[in-house]
């Protein structure tokens, strides 16, 4: 199976300011079939399900704000949040879909400083 | 409305059998993924399983492998998750999500959650 590690487990960043959550898989998740990273990004606020942000790991979903961004290929994975928002206080976690069974990450905690 | 309505709450004696629903609307059912993600406490998000409801094509989380069934029913819309003996370790909230296109996709549609509860 694919274990997913994310870091940090907790962050605390300013309003207007960057955060950057990494996400590492224990094996590729690139597809060289179609060059594509089977790596997703969810937010999920306390009280509501995971909702999904990026998906092939650079793709944003359509309504998702563009502060949100992801990056990387192969193992190491990058979510991005530029100017950060208080709406945007919430646990993000990634998600490998590249070989079953999937596996997200342990979360990471996003608060404001 | 694109939606996934999970059925309500449950409390469960370790022992007892239970099944719970996920109910899809707004979109053609039958041809998107609908797979089952747990959440805990200790364990965070774990990744159940996923079903075709067109054809009952599923894949399964091994780690599971006989302690949980997957099914659907196209005639009412609905997947469902059954265990025929909970354990206490069994507790969580239960999330049913739709695939984006095949069964190895992101999940682009979440249910709000089942919280399942099992004690004695």
């Known amino acids: 199976d694919i274990v997913m590690t994310q870091s940090p487990e907790s962050l605390a960043v300013s309003l207007g300011e960057r955060a950057t959550i990494s996400c590492k898989s224990s094996q590729s998740v690139l597809y060289s079939g179609n060059n594509k990273n089977y790596l997703g990004w969810y937010q999920q606020k306390p009280g509501q399900p995971p909702k999904l942000l990026i998906y092939w790991a650079s793709y944003r979903e359509s309504g998702v704000p563009d502060r949100f961004s992801g990056s990387g290929s192969g193992t190491d994975f990058t979510l991005t949040i530029t100017s950060l928002q208080a709406e945007d206080v919430a646990v993000y976690y990634c998600?490998?879909?590249?070989?079953?069974?999937?596996?997200f990450g342990q979360g990471t905690k996003l608060e404001i400083k | 409305e694109v939606q996934l309505v999970q059925s309500g709450a449950e409390l469960k004696k370790p022992g007892e059998s239970l099944r719970i629903s996920c109910k899809g609307s707004g979109y053609n059912f039958a041809t998107h993924w609908i797979g089952w993600v747990r959440q805990t406490p200790g364990k965070g998000l774990e990744w159940m399983g996923i079903?075709?409801?067109?054809?009952?094509?599923?894949k399964n989380n091994p780690s599971l492998q006989g302690q949980v069934t997957i099914s659907a029913d196209t005639s009412v819309s609905s997947v469902y998750l059954h265990w025929n003996s909970l354990k206490p370790s069994d507790s969580g909230i239960y999330y049913c999500a739709r695939a984006q296109v095949y069964g190895d996709d992101a999940f682009d549609l979440w249910g709000l959650g089942t919280m399942v509860t099992v004690s004695s």
């Open positions: 079903i075709y409801p067109g054809d009952s094509r599923r």
């Open positions: 998600q490998q879909y590249y070989s079953s069974p999937d596996s």
